[in-house]
């Protein structure tokens, strides 16, 4: 690949391509970065001149990393990190970390959150840090403004005027999750699956709290019970257990936690019928929420920024 080609890829470029990577689809890069479609096709078609490799290849509704892509992402994601820090230090940014850190979150999202959030304030800090997590709710936005909170990870956007959504990642796909010895195991199709009681967290990816495979129930004539509404994971965890009941998660760290637990199995749904389930039903976004100043400057340390957008790109893969 000659240099000089390289030195002509601008970093609106390179963001580009680590949208993509992430999101997988070129439509909702395009709407995040408040780009054309044309320019994200563009900027695409540029680096796999540059490359002489596809990058992304097309699979149904969704775009796949190559082999070159997964190789390029890390050092492109670093190139936007740097650049990012740089840019945070000519506004007056600091970089050193506070005593406390407290971040509302929902609990599909808060396995290892705050070990993750100390480790990376180690570099940056004088001393360890202590870090809480409290859950996200009707209260977070006043929380976050009145600097009561750091930041808050969530399935929503923020409609208030000193608030930054930053939307980070889709799910991609759920995941069923029962006993080890439970009847839906023989044939863990959909339409066994509604003739279960249903778990819920709290907090749901979907608008008003909604449950996909509720809706799809009511569509085939028939009404899903739910068995209880979980505060947290580890109550998830013992409702599954002492029951007939069955959880859809789409989070793979929220996933990865139940699994590891004895007595419960996890499985990815087949994506036909995952498909069906989301019918009517756009693809949970998660969101990062953080606080603006009276400038529109984010008032987030950007350690903590990098941090948090990392665990919930990990908590995904």
């Not at 044939?187 to 709290?202: A, F, G, Q, S």
Request: charged share 20%.
């Amino acid at each position: 690949m000659p240099k000089d080609k390289l030195l002509d890829i601008p970093l609106t470029t390179i963001e580009i391509f680590c949208q993509i990577y992430v999101k997988k689809n070129a439509i909702e890069v395009a709407s995040h970065l408040e780009l054309s479609q044309p320019k994200v096709s563009r900027a695409l078609a540029a680096l796999r001149s540059v490359f002489d490799d596809p990058l992304f290849i097309r699979r149904e509704s969704q775009f796949q990393a190559t082999e070159k892509a997964h190789n390029l992402y890390p050092i492109f994601r670093e190139m936007m990190e740097c650049s990012q820090a740089v840019d945070h230090l000519m506004k007056g940014g600091s970089g050193g970390a506070e005593n406390t850190v407290e971040i509302a979150t929902v609990p599909q999202l808060e396995i290892n959150l705050t070990q993750s959030i100390k480790q990376a304030a180690m570099p940056v800090a004088d001393s360890e840090i202590i870090v809480s997590t409290t859950p996200w709710g009707e209260t977070t936005s006043q929380q976050l403004i009145n600097d009561e909170l750091d930041a808050a990870i969530c399935f929503q956007r923020s409609s208030h005027r000193a608030i930054l959504s930053k939307s980070i990642i889709q799910h991609r796909g759920g995941y069923l999750v029962a006993r080890s010895d439970h009847p839906i195991w023989r044939d863990p199709c959909i339409d066994n699956m509604i003739d279960y009681p249903l778990v819920k967290l709290i907090t749901m990816p979907f608008p008003a709290n909604k449950s996909p495979i509720g809706n799809y129930a009511k569509q085939v004539g028939k009404q899903m019970q739910i068995y209880a509404t979980a505060p947290d994971l580890g109550s998830a965890a013992n409702s599954l257990l002492n029951s007939d009941a069955i959880i859809i998660i789409g989070v793979k760290g929220a996933v990865d936690f139940l699994r590891n637990i004895n007595g419960l199995k996890a499985q990815k749904i087949d994506h036909v019928q995952d498909q069906s389930i989301l019918k009517n039903f756009s693809h949970p976004t998660v969101y990062l929420w953080l606080k603006l100043d009276t400038r529109g400057k984010v008032t987030t340390p950007f350690w903590l920024q990098r941090c948090l957008e990392d665990y919930i790109i990990k908590a995904h893969q």
